[in-house]
């Protein structure tokens, strides 16, 4: 088969219409980026052929933004020499169209015949199963499934074998003999093929006896629980007659009511040792005020002693300090007469170049009055130059407009009179004598224009109407006057005799503008603020001249002036010593004064204290203090042991903790009264469940049950044997077929060995029952197909699609191979081999070839197709 050209209308992206029509009989190769519309052909031709045209699930083929489309394919292709056509149109409207030659087919009708041709099958309903796609859905390959070639070929096996059967001539058609099938097909009814888990009767057998054993179990264990629980009933009512008889409990609460007897001594006692903690801490206190007090009374006394001293150093100190401070004095007020004398000399060394800068100014503002009296002068020259100039400027000064459209019509005017002149209809004459011409008389020479119809009276001779000859005359005349009009009114009223006089008048005024203009440079040289400006400046030039002059008079004489940096240099000396001289006095003022200071507090101070000692009311109360601290050690010490005894009494009464023994009795006590009445109630429910049980029946029970799990048995023994011969059976015979379809293998064996060696010199690929690829065998090793590489495993998926296509053309099927981006993950020198592999196929098969790596295809000598191109053709 043989596609020759796809027309694809309001599919997926292409919301048109694109038609690829120049198919080549082998290698056809389309480029273009991601999202195209690559793949959206490759579905299109999967679409086309392999889908049902009235399935409800494809209205994912609407084109995109357009829930109105009608998506159609339409595909002419050659079978056999033979012209075919195929479209369909999905989602609305649906249509299907097959033409074979002459004969045409529609509707379900088309597509059995489709299926039959490519080796395919329709699914019942809903969309397109992978186990339903033959023969296409192994040799056209989706976008990233190159390298899964195991489930394309199981699919595929039927077909592939049908295909060998026939090159080997072998009568088998459907690859397994009918022995097998029904071998099979009561295997299955038994055993799962794949799990060779049990399955319809055997499953049911197995179920059903697996149940009357759970049920016979649990029969035995009621069975077992009763005779259980008979001795357990006998055990209980033992062991509850024996406590009652004893009756535990009253011990425990005799027991509980001595040690709660003790618990209430022990409290007793823990309250007096509480009370006595207390008597002890309130003694322990007042003492602690006692000690306080007399130990403040003894700081006191020393803090006294201590301060004498330090006031007598104080004293001391305040000497020296007021010595230093007149020390200090002194040197301030000879530091100061030396400032005093530097700054002296600092002011004539200042006044010294004070008056040199006045000198200075003095000749400048001598120099600047005198270039600003040469600047007014010439400044007032250029200003009655600029003025004169305006004025002659203004008297001449025409409106440029006006002047303009006077030029205008004047060059209008000498066009139109030369115009009239030329149309006016002219007579040239010299009488001896007089004629009238409209009663005008004319005599002598002249020339006479007749711009309008004129009568001419010749005397005795009669007379003549001369009338002009232009017929749009009239019409000149009349622009002729109305422009001679407009002339002179301009002429007025830019007061001018002619357009000449205007022009010269002109020239004039515009050779005075310019020469205002340049006076005003000049002017704007000497005087850019204004001639106002300037003689403010040279007003103030001459005060300020007059003022230096002044301050120069009133400055001392300087010449005896130390020079200013000396000058400056002994005064910062002079204050330097003076500010350190002021910062020592400063410091001796400072400590005089906190020493006479801290001798006045410590005086006042130990003055406070010796008087507090001196008081005679302190003097008792701390006699009173020293009494009562002995009679306070006294009655602490008693308090401590007595507290003490008592504390070694309740610690001795604790070591039992009588609560304790209480609680713990009473607890037993309790629970001694629980458990026999829990054994009161368990005995209880073991009669009743005794009873019941007994009454049930449960003996006859667990013996009918017996039987009916013996019976079950037997049945799924029986199921199991037939299940076992059957496997046993179907493995004979499968291993008989096996060993016939070894030899229809050959010519796949050999197509595949022809493309292998491409890429996998010296290997070899073995075969799986249903045709698909198992392992690699290469170098002594063998490799599953799953433990290859990923890009192994998808130029491998090339490879034996292009073995199957040929297998399947030899056997008369129609061959069409569709590669959507395949050999993505394949290196350089294996994509050349894959390129001379697809180059060898295309002489026996038509290939499409998708791709958006034009650059890694361009060597194969096939044209590219970019999808862009065909797009805009389209």
């Avoid at 198919?23 to 273009?32: H, K, M, R, V, Y």
């Avoid at 794949?194 to 016979?216: F, N, S, V, Y």
């Amino acid at each position: 088969m043989k596609l020759e050209s796809i027309a694809i209308q309001e599919f997926k992206q292409f919301s048109g219409r694109i038609v690829i029509d120049d198919l080549q009989p082998g290698l056809n190769l389309f480029t273009g980026p991601n999202e195209a519309g690559k793949s959206t052909i490759a579905e299109a031709v999967r679409a086309v052929f392999l889908e049902r045209y009235k399935a409800s699930h494809l209205k994912d083929l609407l084109p995109w933004g357009k829930a109105s489309g009608q998506p159609s394919v339409e595909v002419n292709f050659n079978l056999d020499g033979t012209a075919c056509r195929l479209s369909k149109q999905f989602v609305t409207r649906q249509r299907c169209e097959l033409k074979i030659g002459q004969a045409v087919f529609g509707e379900d009708e088309a597509e059995d015949k489709l299926a039959a041709l490519l080796g395919f099958s329709r699914a019942a309903r809903g969309p397109l199963k992978a186990e339903n796609a033959g023969v296409p859905g192994l040799l056209w390959v989706q976008q990233g499934g190159t390298q899964e070639v195991r489930d394309s070929t199981g699919h595929a096996a039927q077909y592939l074998r049908d295909a060998l059967s026939q090159l080997s001539g072998s009568s088998e058609a459907a690859g397994e003999d009918a022995l097998i099938a029904v071998v099979q097909r009561e295997l299955r009814q038994l055993l799962t093929a794949r799990t060779q888990k049990a399955t319809g009767p055997l499953a049911e057998a197995e179920t059903t006896l697996a149940g009357l054993i759970e049920e016979r179990n649990g029969l035995e264990q009621q069975r077992q629980q009763f005779d259980e629980n008979i001795a357990r009933l006998a055990s209980l009512q033992e062991a509850f007659d024996d406590t009652q008889r004893k009756r535990p409990w009253e011990l425990h609460e005799q027991k509980a009511v001595l040690a709660q007897q003790r618990a209430d001594a022990a409290a007793e006692l823990e309250r007096s040792v509480q009370g006595l903690a207390q008597s002890l801490q309130v003694s322990e206190a007042e003492l602690a005020l006692s000690l306080q007090q007399e130990q403040g009374a003894a700081e006191l006394e020393a803090a006294v002693a201590r301060e004498r001293l330090q006031l007598d150093a104080a004293r001391g100190e305040v000497a020296a300090a007021q010595t230093e401070h007149a020390q200090a004095a002194n040197g301030v007020a000879q530091f100061e007469q030396a400032f005093a004398g530097a700054s002296r000399a600092l002011e004539l060394a200042n006044a010294a170049v004070t008056a040199a800068d006045l000198r200075s100014q003095i000749g400048l503002y001598r120099t600047e009055s005198e270039r600003l009296d040469a600047s007014i002068a010439a400044a007032g020259k250029a200003n009655d130059a600029v003025l004169d100039a305006s004025r002659d400027a203004a008297a001449l000064e025409l409106d440029d407009v006006k002047l303009k459209r006077l030029i205008t019509l004047d060059r209008e005017l000498t066009v139109l009179r030369a115009r009239t002149e030329a149309a006016m209809t002219r007579i040239e004459y010299r009488l001896n004598g007089a004629l009238t011409v409209d009663g005008e008389p004319v005599t002598g020479t002249g020339v006479l224009r007749v711009d309008e119809e004129k009568l001419i009276v010749l005397g005795e001779l009669g007379e003549l109407r001369v009338i002009p000859g232009v017929s749009d005359l009239s019409a000149q005349l009349s622009e002729l006057a109305s422009l001679e009009a407009a002339h002179a009114q301009l002429l007025q009223a830019l007061g001018v005799a002619s357009v000449g006089d205007a022009q010269a008048r002109h020239e004039q005024w515009k050779a005075l503008i310019a020469q205002q203009k340049s006076q005003a440079k000049i002017l704007d040289v000497h005087a850019p603020q204004g001639i106002d400006a300037l003689r403010a400046a040279h007003a103030s030039a001459a005060a300020r001249w007059q003022a230096s002059n002044e301050r120069l008079a009133g400055l001392p004489d300087v010449s005896a002036a130390l020079p200013l940096d000396e000058a400056r240099r002994n005064a910062e000396i002079a204050r330097d010593a003076l500010e350190a001289a002021r910062k020592v006095l400063a410091h001796a003022a400072e400590k005089r004064s906190t020493g006479i200071a801290t001798a006045e507090s410590l005086a006042a101070q130990l003055q406070r204290k010796e008087a507090q000692l001196s008081d005679e009311t302190y003097r008792s109360n701390r006699t009173r203090w020293q009494t009562k601290i002995v009679e306070q050690r006294v009655q602490v010490d008693a308090l401590r042991k007595q507290r003490e005894g008592r504390e070694r009494e309740l610690e001795a009464v604790r070591l039992d903790d009588p609560a304790a023994e209480a609680t713990r009795y009473r607890a037993s006590a309790e629970l001694a009264r629980g458990e026999q009445h829990e054994r009161q109630v368990r005995i209880a429910q073991l009669r009743s469940q005794l009873e019941t049980v007994g009454a049930s029946g449960l003996g006859e029970r667990l013996a009918t049950l017996e039987a009916r799990v013996e019976q079950a048995t037997r049945r799924k023994d029986e199921l199991g044997l037939r299940a076992g011969a059957l496997s046993l059976l179907d493995q004979v015979l499968v291993d008989e077929r096996d060993a016939a379809v070894a030899q229809l293998r050959a010519p796949l064996t050999e197509r595949l060995g022809h493309y292998l060696k491409r890429i996998f010199p010296q290997s070899s690929l073995v075969l799986g029952d249903d045709l698909s690829p198992a392992t690699l065998d290469r170098y002594g090793r063998a490799d599953t197909l799953d433990a290859l590489s990923f890009g192994t495993r998808e130029q491998l998926g090339i490879l034996t699609r292009l073995a199957y296509a040929d297998l399947l053309k030899a056997s008369g099927r129609p061959t069409l191979l569709m590669l959507d981006d395949a050999a993505v993950h394949t290196d350089a020198a294996r994509r050349d081999a894959i390129k001379r592999a697809l180059i060898d196929a295309a002489t026996r098969h038509q290939i499409l070839v998708f791709t958006c790596h034009p650059e890694l295809w361009d060597d194969l000598g096939v044209r590219q197709r970019a999808i862009d191109d065909l797009k805009v053709a389209a």
